[in-house]
């Protein structure tokens, strides 16, 4: 269920390049609404708001976020279908659902049909869960552009959220392809982080955002970067290297030296909160040690990751 503070990961391709992630956080939660702020690697940062009418029983999806959509969009879903079109689908194996594709939002006609329900892993903070999906085929057309592919829904009419889409759009050579790689919970980390540091010696955050390809950090990592400098605050004693991972795609000596300087800079923005330069050490590495498989978007996410460990006796 929506809530404050949650934060739903997403990687993503499209004809813009692979494995860009997005960020979805919830804020202002009520019974009626729900804002989304969203921001991806690639700079996009936009605002939404999510109507519980809407997700109750709108026919329409709007596909991505972009900072020139209105931030109330009536009568359709973000992020995922309604509590009436998954109930549709599950019951008679076909339903109406309407796709607004990009910021024109001209809206293409469409309907899903049943293939299977199953069950997809998802990481749910450290926690790799297997949650019930619903997979269906779908098919949208306006004139003479056509999408058509495959989608995902959490099995789950209190929250259908869209698990993971892959669309072949007329005149687009490339599918657009969305998978949810990480749900992180609104309640703080800090707790989390200190008890696993405290006795595995070792922690592996997935929050800390980096633009794509690059090193600098996005205001979206702050909360995170503040809960460790408050944790390095509360054991002064402590000492911890911090290690930058990446996925496989690409020169291998690239991603080490990219993995370093992003290892580089989130020890800079500790330091910044007020913590010695000298209890931090920093290293880069690279594509070594995944911890998911590389061949896949959600195993690709999970290895861009960046490891704190103790380093003090």
């Known amino acids: 269920m929506a809530h404050d503070g949650l934060v739903i990961q997403t990687a993503w391709g499209n004809a813009y390049g692979p494995d860009a992630e997005s960020w979805l956080k919830f804020n202002n939660v009520t019974s009626d609404t729900a804002e989304i702020d969203y921001s991806s690697s690639r700079g996009m940062k936009a605002v939404r708001v999510m109507r519980a009418a809407d997700r109750?029983?709108?026919?329409?999806?709007?596909?991505?976020?972009?900072?020139?959509?209105?931030?109330?969009i009536p009568n359709t879903t973000t992020f995922g279908v309604s509590t009436a079109v998954l109930n549709e689908l599950r019951d008679t194996g076909k339903t109406q659902l309407d796709l607004i594709p990009d910021t024109s939002l001209q809206k293409m006609q469409g309907e899903l049909t049943l293939v299977e329900k199953n069950k997809m892993t998802v990481a749910i903070g450290n926690d790799q869960v297997p949650v019930p999906a619903v997979h269906a085929t779908a098919k949208f057309q306006a004139g003479s552009r056509v999408a058509q592919g495959d989608i995902w829904v959490l099995d789950n009419q209190n929250n259908p959220?869209?698990?993971e889409y892959s669309l072949n759009f007329t005149n687009e050579k490339v599918p657009r392809h969305e998978r949810v790689t990480l749900v992180t919970p609104g309640a703080a980390m800090q707790g989390e982080m200190q008890q696993a540091l405290s006795t595995m010696r070792e922690y592996t955050t997935r929050g800390i955002h980096f633009d794509f390809d690059k090193a600098s950090i996005q205001s979206s990592s702050d909360g995170l970067l503040d809960e460790i400098a408050k944790t390095l605050q509360n054991n002064p004693l402590w000492t911890l290297s911090v290690t930058g991972y990446t996925d496989s795609i690409g020169d291998p000596a690239y991603n080490q030296k990219l993995s370093q300087k992003r290892a580089d800079s989130v020890k800079a923005a500790i330091v910044k909160r007020g913590i010695a330069p000298e209890r931090l050490t920093t290293a880069g590495g690279g594509a070594s040690n995944p911890v998911a498989s590389n061949k896949t978007l959600q195993g690709r996410a999970l290895n861009r990751r960046v490891v704190l460990k103790r380093t003090d006796r």
């Open 56 to 72: 109750a029983s709108g026919r329409t999806l709007v596909l991505g976020f972009n900072s020139a959509m209105p931030k109330v």
């Open 161 to 163: 959220m869209l698990l």
